[in-house]
Structures are given as structure tokens and as C-alpha cells.
């Protein structure tokens, strides 16, 4: 026993707890202490949390709309999309998390400025395709989506690998995306035909 260690009242003085431990209290063993545990729960929900009102703003007949639409073969069923984003929301917020678990300001501000930038993006290109039903503009929307995307992943790149390798699947399909937004506008830019009615 230390010389005096039954009287101290600063264990981090004596050795007895790190000053880390001192200062957050204890942590657990995937790092996450007590007075962390918000920042987990943030990064997860905040990009559902977008998905969520995107889909409000979008309005009722979303799926209606879609099946109207002349779509290629290779095009899948509207209910394949809730389900994909919500996985592809989770990647993105436990990547979130990695970066911001850094803590280091000069580098964490700006990635997660734009990180927050391409969310924002994202969530404006369901309400502009379904709602207003501007394919177009939609096209032109998601292509800057694209990109914004793909900048944060060069930007987590430099904080963490596994952080960017974790949105390469939202990179993946958002290109799918912005392929069949394109179809989308082009093969209905003109009215359907009507179908054919034979005189009396």
C-alpha cells in the first residue's frame, strides 16, 4: 500500500485511476463513456431521422407515382426502397461516429460540416422527385449528392479507413439511383400513349 494512499481524495493523484478515467468516469469496453453515450445515439438517428421527414415531405401517392412511371426492366419495386435506405442510414451514422470519436476540432469540423451538407442533399431529392415531380431537377440534385458523397468519403478517408469504406455501399447506390432517376426523365418526358380505342 502507498504511503498515505487511505487518505487521499484524488485517486488520479495517487495513481489509483488514470486522469482520463478521472475526468470522464469509467468506461466501457467499446470506449463509450457515460458522458459519450448521446454522440452514439445522435450519429445513428440523425440520418433515419432525415430519411423520415423526406418521406413526409414527399406527401401521400409515392408508390402510386412510381408505378406510373415507364421504368426499365432492371427497375426495382417501390417497397425495395424504404428498407435499403434505412440499412444505408445506419452505415452512415455509425461512420459518423467513428470520425467524430477523433475528437480532434481542426479536422472533425469541416468533414462533418459536409457530411451534414449531404444529408441535407439527400433528403431533398425524394420530396423534388415524388412531390414536385421534377425528374430533371431531381437528376441534377442526386448528381450533386453524388459528389458531395463522395467527398466525405475522401474526407473520412483521412480520419479513418474503415469510417469511409462504411459509406461505400450509399456511394454504390446512390449511383444506382441516379442511373434510374435518368431513365426515369427519359422515358417519361412525353405523355404515356393512350391506348387505343376502336371506332364504333
Known sequence: MRHGATNCT??????DLPPAAARNGPERADGVTPAHWPEPAVCLLLP????AV????????????????RKPSWAPPARVFGPAWSSLYALTGVSSWIVLRTR???????TLGLYTAQLA??????PLFFRARRPHLAFVEIVVLWVSIALTMQRFARISRPAALLLL???AWTTFAAVLNFELWRRNREPAPRPYEARP
Not at 54 to 69: I, M, T
Open 104 to 110: 480532434t476540432r481542426r479536422t472533425v469540423t469541416p
Open 54 to 69: 423526406s418521406a413526409l415531405a414527399a406527401g401521400r401517392g409515392v408508390p402510386e407515382y412510381y408505378r406510373s412511371l
Open 121 to 126: 442533399l439527400n433528403g431533398l431529392w425524394t
Open 10 to 15: 484524488h485517486p488520479e493523484c495517487c495513481g
Open 169 to 171: 455501399p450509399y456511394l
Open 48 to 51: 433515419q431521422a432525415v430519411g
